[in-house]
């Protein structure tokens, strides 16, 4: 099992950046693919990126692509999400999650993550 701590949302300005960390305790954190998910007021959950174990393979919502860069330092036990120029349409909750299947390399199914952090609030104002 494997607990996950988000940290680093905030309150910003619309075109700031933020950068949230995800940190992992428990098992070995690199026997995990981690992802990013979020959810805005009113919304369902979705996708924001993912990483492979080795960090080698991302995925990428197309939402976020070319603004948001996802990364992990398994010496550290932490996946980061660096956000840049955040859109008010980015306030979300965002969510870390793992998922420890074995044939999964990196996945944007919520159904194949098995464990979620609290979450961290980002709050974009226009």
């Known amino acids: 099992q494997v607990q996950l701590v988000e940290s680093g949302g905030g309150l910003v300005q619309a075109g700031d950046s933020l950068r949230l960390s995800c940190a992992a305790s428990g098992r070995t954190f690199s026997s995990y693919v981690m992802g990013w998910f979020r959810q805005a007021p009113g919304k369902e959950r979705e996708f924001v990126s993912a990483?492979?174990?080795?960090?080698?393979?991302?995925r990428y919502a197309d939402s976020v692509k070319g603004r948001f860069t996802i990364s992990r330092d398994n010496a550290e036990n932490t996946v980061y999400l660096q956000m840049n120029s955040l859109k008010a349409e980015d306030t979300a909750v965002y969510y870390c999650?793992?998922?420890?299947?074995?044939?999964?390399?990196?996945?944007?199914?919520?159904?194949?993550?098995?464990?979620w952090g609290q979450g961290t609030q980002v709050t974009v104002s226009s």
């Open positions: 999650a793992a998922s420890g299947r074995l044939r999964v390399v990196v996945t944007t199914t919520e159904e194949y993550y098995d464990y």
């Open positions: 990483i492979s174990r080795s960090g080698g393979s991302t």
